[in-house]
């Protein structure tokens, strides 16, 4: 299976400053079959990104997905204080499908 | 828009059976595949497993020889049974629109193991 590895575990930051998130693959993720999603505490997680750089409905345009092959990011422009969630990725390229196991954003 | 709602026992003893189901509203359950995905406390997302309209399943090789999946398209529901549970099957278990990706995803349910 495809393992999937978030960096950083977690990362502390202030509203307005930019962050990139990095997923990095053990295998190649064929046609960017890769998706983001955001999870705040308490909730199921909300669909971010698919297909690697695809904003799903909804999803404002301070974020963007990037990246192809074993290395794919999830930046945000400038940050928000409901951008303060745990961020995960999962490829769909393979069964079973994966996730890395997140990225924590908490406020500095 | 679709929605979905997970139900089912809060609590299961060891060794039991883990029985859910998830009930799609606002579409048609015969338009997509559907997945089981669960959480543990404090930890990350595991894919459990997924089926299509039609009944046919893809299951995680680390749950494959516990895992039953069916659906109930008469009642716009599919359902989750997990064999032979102990603690670690303790998780919130989400079902969810399985697109490759999952959209949307429902609230999610606590099942607790214990005796």
């Known amino acids: 299976e495809i393992v999937l590895t978030q960096s950083p575990g977690t990362l502390s930051l202030s509203p307005g400053e930019r962050v990139t998130l990095s997923c990095r693959a053990s295998?190649?993720?064929?046609?960017?079959?890769l998706s983001w999603y955001q999870q705040k505490p308490g909730q199921a997680p909300r669909l971010l990104m698919y297909?690697?750089?695809n904003r799903a409905t909804g999803i404002p345009d301070r974020f963007s997905g990037s990246g192809s092959g074993t290395d794919f990011t999830l930046t945000i422009r400038r940050l928000e204080p409901e951008d303060f969630a745990v961020y995960y990725c999962?490829?769909?390229?393979?069964?079973?499908?994966?996730f890395g196991q997140g990225t924590k954003l908490e406020i500095k | 828009q679709v929605q979905l709602q997970e139900s089912g026992p809060g609590l299961v003893k060891p060794s039991e059976t883990l029985s859910l189901t998830c009930t799609v509203s606002?579409?048609?359950?015969?338009?997509?595949?559907w997945s089981w995905i669960r959480q543990p406390a404090g930890e990350g997302l595991e894919w459990i497993g997924r089926?299509?309209?039609?009944?046919?399943?893809s299951y995680s090789p680390s749950l494959n020889s516990r895992v039953t999946m069916s659906v109930d398209t008469s009642k716009n529901q599919f359902s989750l049974k997990l064999s032979s549970v102990t603690a670690a099957d303790t998780a919130v278990y989400y079902c969810?629109?399985?697109?490759?990706?999952?959209?949307?995803w429902g609230p999610g349910t606590l099942v607790i193991v214990s005796s």
């Open positions: 969810a629109r399985d697109v490759s990706w999952f959209d949307p």
């Open positions: 606002g579409g048609s359950i015969s338009s997509s595949y």
């Open positions: 089926i299509s309209p039609s009944g046919s399943t």
């Open positions: 295998w190649s993720v064929s046609s960017n079959y």
């Open positions: 297909g690697a750089s």
């Open positions: 999962q490829q769909y390229s393979s069964s079973p499908y994966t």
